[in-house]
């Protein structure tokens, strides 16, 4: 069983993954944590700055076909991931899952963290937000409103429905 989680940033996908992912017995892979290693920076936001968003993107896309070859997993992914078509198509090897939050949410959850370097701007960070929304719901096989759900309340909900 490999179990997708998309949705935007601060959705929970992290959280929710690895809880998951112990529950079900099975591996939870971050894929920022894998671009990351793949990198010689040592955050994202390094990589965004020093190196530019299009190789953040490259070094994903090749995650994403490394995971596409990976069964029984839960696959936390970052964001922009849904960006990518292509990307999107490797990942359709799992059950897509996308973590939905209003904008209002996601904006109290990251209050004071600058570890994301495309939140850094309110106005930007909605604009993608807006444009993202009708992408996430694409692709997912099932969609979780999380807005007054809590980290356990989202993991129980996946498992009832697998
Ligand atoms: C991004 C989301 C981040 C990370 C990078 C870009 C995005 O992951 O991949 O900062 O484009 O939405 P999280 O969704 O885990 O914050």
Same mark, same amino acid.
């Given at each position: 069983m490999k179990i997708i989680l998309i949705g935007f940033m601060g959705s929970g996908k992290t959280t929710v993954g690895r809880l998951l992912a112990k529950k079900l017995n099975l591996e939870a892979i971050e894929m920022d944590e894998m671009v990351l290693k793949m990198s010689d920076r040592r955050s994202v936001s390094e990589i965004f700055s020093l190196d530019g968003e299009k190789h953040?993107?490259?070094? $994903?896309?090749?995650?994403?076909?490394?995971?596409?070859?990976?069964?029984?997993?839960?696959?936390?992914?970052?964001?922009?991931?849904?960006? =990518?078509?292509?990307?999107?198509?490797?990942?359709?090897?799992? $059950?897509?899952?996308?973590?939905?939050? !209003?904008? =209002?949410?996601?904006?109290?959850?990251?209050?004071?963290?600058? !570890?994301?370097?495309?939140?850094?701007?309110?106005?930007?960070?909605?604009?993608?937000?807006?444009? =993202?929304?009708?992408?996430? $719901?694409?692709?997912?096989?099932k969609v979780i409103n999380t807005d007054k759900m809590t980290v356990n309340q989202v993991v129980t909900n996946i498992l009832k429905n697998i």
């Open positions: 953040f993107r490259d070094l $994903e896309t090749k995650i994403a076909k490394k995971i596409s070859a990976i069964d029984n997993a839960v696959v936390s992914t970052g964001g922009g991931v849904v960006m =990518r078509d292509k990307n999107m198509k490797l990942l359709k090897t799992g $059950e897509i899952v996308f973590l939905k939050a !209003s904008f =209002r949410t996601l904006e109290k959850r990251l209050i004071g963290d600058n !570890s994301r370097p495309l939140f850094k701007n309110r106005e930007k960070a909605k604009k993608l937000f807006n444009l =993202r929304l009708k992408i996430y $719901e694409k692709w997912a096989d």
